[in-house]
């Protein structure tokens, strides 16, 4: 039997702030540590899947977006987990227990059982990171909360096959509304609406992009979930209808870039719709909205799930040391779908 004790500790640090795009040499697998020993009140967890997420990229630079404090150079990555509780000295655990955690990059940490999450015995349990989890919730808490879209009404989403677009798209359709995607390119489009069941899907390197959109949403966009800025806000801006509401959820377009944002100033352009349209423009960030919020989603979520009404998809990407080069995919539109890593298996 491994003793846990002199085992190392698998761990991914931040080796240097990336300039632009993150490259592998910002990453660093560090075997120097010992899996570490729960003191009284502590759990020892052991990492099954990890989360892959953009604000990971937010959260790189030396000035963090705010929300949570920026990831220290040498130190591990942050990050949600599904871990199994190794050895438990506290009251509430015990080993063998499955929980959604903040373990990070790492194949073993300790908590103080204060952000511990217990899980059910799920069958999938790495949606527990995604559709049953952060991301499925923030699509519906943005687009139910904020978006409140009507019967008929159009809604567009960007990153329409990603961990939050696919369900803030098939949640819209189950409240009545044409949903439009964009997503980068023919297989995420075909995918959008040949399975999730999207109105339509448009290719966000199409050049046309602004045309298409166009004709796409005759009657206009009243509902807009903004996932990513850029050129595709640029495209929708002009077809804004009276009163729209935008949840401002994320701008991954833009999260590489350095603090002078490049191209146009979109701000004056912006402004002038949001006055002149009525437009309700309001970011959230989804960490305010756990408690009785949470318990809904989750018992709505759940049925839509098991009676196929919502589609979960994923990329599990296999091993720890695969998690630098799935964010870097991530942020360049390579996944597909929710992007988790396995660690270990069950
Ligand atoms: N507010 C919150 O609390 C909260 C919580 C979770 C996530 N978010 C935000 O929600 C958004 C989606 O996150 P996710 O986890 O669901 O990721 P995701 O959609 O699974 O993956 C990111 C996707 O962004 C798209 N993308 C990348 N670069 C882009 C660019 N330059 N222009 C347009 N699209 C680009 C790519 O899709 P295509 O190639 O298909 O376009 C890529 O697959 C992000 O902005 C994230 O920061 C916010």
Not at 186 to 191: A, E, G, I, S, V
Not at 214 to 229: H, K, L, R, S
Not at 251 to 269: E, Q, S, W
Request: neutral net charge; glycine residues 12%.
């Amino acid at each position: 039997m491994v003793s846990h004790d002199t085992a190392v500790n698998r761990r991914i640090l931040l080796a240097a702030r990336p300039q632009g795009r993150p490259t592998l040499q910002d990453f660093q697998l560090d075997t120097s540590t010992p899996v570490p020993t729960p003191a009284p009140g502590q759990v020892l967890l052991r990492t099954l899947y990890l989360s892959v997420d953009p604000y990971m990229r937010n959260l790189m630079d030396a000035v963090g977006p705010g929300y949570a404090p920026p990831i220290a150079i040498g130190t591990p990555i942050v990050g949600g987990t599904v871990s199994r509780v190794l050895r438990s000295l506290h009251p509430q655990f015990k080993a063998g227990d499955l929980v959604l955690a903040n373990a990070g990059w790492q194949d073993h940490a300790l908590s103080d059982g204060s952000d511990l999450r217990p899980l059910g015995d799920m069958a999938r349990l790495s949606l527990a990171l995604g559709g049953l989890g952060m991301t499925g919730f923030t699509a519906h808490v943005g687009l139910l909360d904020i978006g409140q879209p009507k019967p008929g009404e159009t809604v567009v989403v960007a990153a329409a096959t990603g961990a939050v677009g696919a369900v803030v798209g098939q949640i819209a359709k189950l409240k009545g509304a044409r949903v439009v995607g964009i997503a980068g390119g023919t297989d995420k489009c075909r995918h959008a609406v040949a399975e999730l069941g999207f109105d339509a899907c448009l290719d966000r390197h199409d050049p046309r992009l602004p045309q298409h959109l166009a004709e796409a949403c005759p009657q206009g966009i009243d509902v807009y979930f903004e996932n990513v800025g850029g050129a595709v806000l640029d495209a929708v801006l002009p077809l804004l209808n009276q009163n729209a509401r935008v949840p401002v959820c994320g701008f991954i377009a833009h999260y590489n870039d350095a603090l002078a944002v490049a191209g146009a100033d979109r701000l004056p352009a912006l402004l002038a719709t949001v006055l002149q349209k009525r437009v309700r423009l309001q970011g959230f960030i989804i960490l305010d909205h756990y408690g009785e919020r949470f318990e809904r989603f989750q018992r709505e979520m759940g049925q839509w799930v098991a009676d196929g009404r919502i589609k979960l998809r994923e990329q599990v990407v296999e091993g720890l040391e695969q998690a630098p080069a799935a964010l870097i995919g991530l942020l360049e539109g390579r996944n597909f779908g929710k992007v988790v890593v396995k660690v270990a298996g069950r």
